[in-house]
């Protein structure tokens, strides 16, 4: 009879498909290309200052306070921004954490960012700039590891954060028209 | 006993390897017996320090606990431990909790409520075990913190969590306090010389600001003005304590604990609160007055000698060692209004009251709490004597 193998559970990740994952980035060439992307969102007008974001199969709302007029049904676009920056750097956490068998009981980000001048955004000035001249994270952990190893862990999740370099070092944007 | 008799609010830091058994039982990897096992080694440490310190009432450091009033999920069938962030899903206004959290510098998962999800019934005494193991293992005078029935039914009560077997917050405090009466009682029998009911959710009740909920008591978001919450934690207090007589009880408040910062924590006197904490039936009002925080002595004028005061003398959140010189000061400015042979000595508040945010070291903690006894000692010796 075959004997199963038991797969290797940690915080709720496979650790072999984890491994398995990381060996064929290695390996294969084309795990890389279709993980590196493109990778799509449409955002398509939901009337007001609302706003509907479609990825793969996923949705996601875009609404302003009511404030500015709007009927805050949603979050804003920059709280998005905060909060991505903040799930990808959970993501790279967690990952690596598990890769060095770190087992995790809570984990939490709390992000914060403060517009440079909100006038330059309403187009009445142009001093400063309309975004996050600086996006503060910090990182509550509770994990099985000593508080060394967690810091080094979170240097790492800041170091290769997809979203948090994107932002971190400026990605060019290319903005491109067409009206119908 | 001697005068000034010295004591503490109840907690003491916990041992990182307890806080890793806490863990392992909150994950269910472990039993709650496995985990007493455990502490029993952690409580032994907490009051030989306390001895040594020369504390005359001590308690068991609440080691066994993971905040003074959630470890009743333990003891209680139809109450849940939710943190904070399971509970924002029930929130209504999540956006003043995370304007509380930021301002706190706290992850939400720090903060954890017993939550009533079915009628309550005790599972075993909630602390009758603890002072099983506490007299066999000190001589001295002992104490026993539980939560206040005002505490315990405001952080048990949630909408949309708690309604479907208590329609109203008043429902589930009756079950609460008769829950705690036989709990007293209990404890009266097992040989507990002073029993001190936590209530400091009653300083946010007329010092926090509204909307600007507490690390304390998510629950508080649907409170109603101070009045009538301070008229209903008086009817609960002595509703629990009804017909109870022949042990030493104590009522204590604070202003949070939780943190080091001292300009998030709250502030403002005790004038509001006394017509209403004189009223309890209670012997000892346990009270903070380290700090200016909590205003000044003079608002006993009216009331004075109406209660014992258990006297706050140590900051429990800073590193630094207040002097007997300094204790000898505070003390001397209470007998002003209360009879020397009504004033106990104390920290503020526990050492570790929600045990993964000890405010200070156990280091510390002895430092501060022998500072008192030599204060004690030389009040009794010198009971005149003034320092500069």
């Given amino acids: ?180 | 006993m001697a005068l000034f008799p010295v004591t503490t609010v109840g907690s003491w830091p916990r041992p990182t390897w307890l806080l890793q058994a806490l863990r392992k039982r909150q994950s269910g990897e472990i039993s709650f017996d496995q985990f007493n096992t455990l502490a029993n080694d952690a409580v032994v440490e907490a009051v030989k320090l306390q001895e040594d310190a020369g504390v005359d009432i001590v308690t068991d450091g609440e080691q066994r606990r993971d905040n003074f009033y959630s470890f009743v999920v333990e003891k209680l069938e139809g109450v849940k431990l939710m943190t904070l962030s399971q509970l924002l899903d029930f929130i209504k206004d999540r956006a003043s909790f995370e304007e509380t959290l930021r301002a706190l510098d706290v992850p939400s998962f720090a903060m954890k409520s017993p939550v009533a999800v079915d009628k309550i019934r005790p599972k075993s005494k909630l602390a009758v075990d603890e002072v099983d193991f506490l007299k066999a293992n000190t001589r001295k005078k002992i104490k026993v913190p539980i939560p206040g029935p005002y505490m315990l039914t405001r952080s048990s009560w949630f909408p949309g969590l708690s309604d479907t077997a208590y329609p109203t917050l008043e429902d589930l405090g009756k079950d609460v306090s008769k829950i705690l009466h036989d709990e007293i009682l209990a404890l009266k029998g097992a040989g507990v010389d002073f029993i001190q009911l936590d209530e400091p959710v009653l300083s946010q009740v007329v010092h926090g600001a509204e909307g600007a909920e507490t690390f304390m008591c998510a629950a508080l978001a649907t409170r109603k003005d101070p009045t009538e919450e301070l008229s209903y934690a008086l009817e609960l207090v002595n509703q629990t304590l009804k017909g109870i007589s022949g042990i030493k009880l104590g009522v204590h408040v604070c202003r949070g604990n939780w943190s080091r910062k001292e300009d998030v924590l709250l502030k403002g006197n005790y004038g509001p609160l006394l017509p209403y904490l004189t009223e309890m039936n209670v012997d000892q009002l346990v009270l903070e007055f380290a700090t200016p925080r909590a205003g000044e002595l003079k608002v006993f004028k009216e009331y004075a000698d109406e209660k014992e005061i258990g006297l706050g003398v140590v900051n429990p959140r800073s590193s630094e060692i207040e002097s007997p010189d300094l204790i000898i000061r505070r003390v001397r400015e209470a007998t002003k209004f209360f009879d020397p042979s009504r004033v106990y000595l104390n920290p503020d508040c526990g050492f570790g009251t929600f045990a993964e945010r000890p405010v200070n070291d156990a280091q510390t903690a002895f430092a501060k709490l022998r500072s008192i006894s030599q204060a004690a000692q030389r009040l009794r010796e010198a009971p005149l004597e003034i320092p500069a």
């Fill in chain 1, 1 to 180: 009879m075959q004997e199963q193998v038991k797969e290797r559970i940690l915080n709720e990740l496979n650790v072999d498909k984890l491994e398995q994952f990381v060996n064929d980035l290695k390996t294969k060439p084309d795990v890389v290309k279709a993980t590196n992307g493109p990778w799509h969102s449409r955002v398509k007008w939901q009337g007001g200052l609302k706003a509907r974001a479609y990825m793969r199969n996923h949705v996601a709302n875009f609404d302003e306070p009511e404030g500015l007029g709007a009927t805050d049904s949603a979050a804003s676009a920059h709280e998005h921004i905060l909060s991505a920056v903040g799930a990808c750097m959970m993501t790279g956490f967690v990952f690596q954490a598990t890769r060095r068998g770190v087992k995790i009981h809570d984990c939490e980000i709390a992000l914060e960012g403060t517009f440079g001048s909100i006038k330059n955004w309403a187009g009445i000035s142009d001093e400063s700039t309309p975004g996050y001249p600086e996006i503060k994270a910090k990182l509550f952990i509770r994990a099985d590891a000593d508080t060394k190893t967690l810091h080094e862990l979170w240097n790492e999740a800041w170091k290769r954060s997809v979203v948090a370099q994107t932002v971190a070092r400026g990605a060019k944007i290319t903005p491109e028209f067409e009206a119908l």
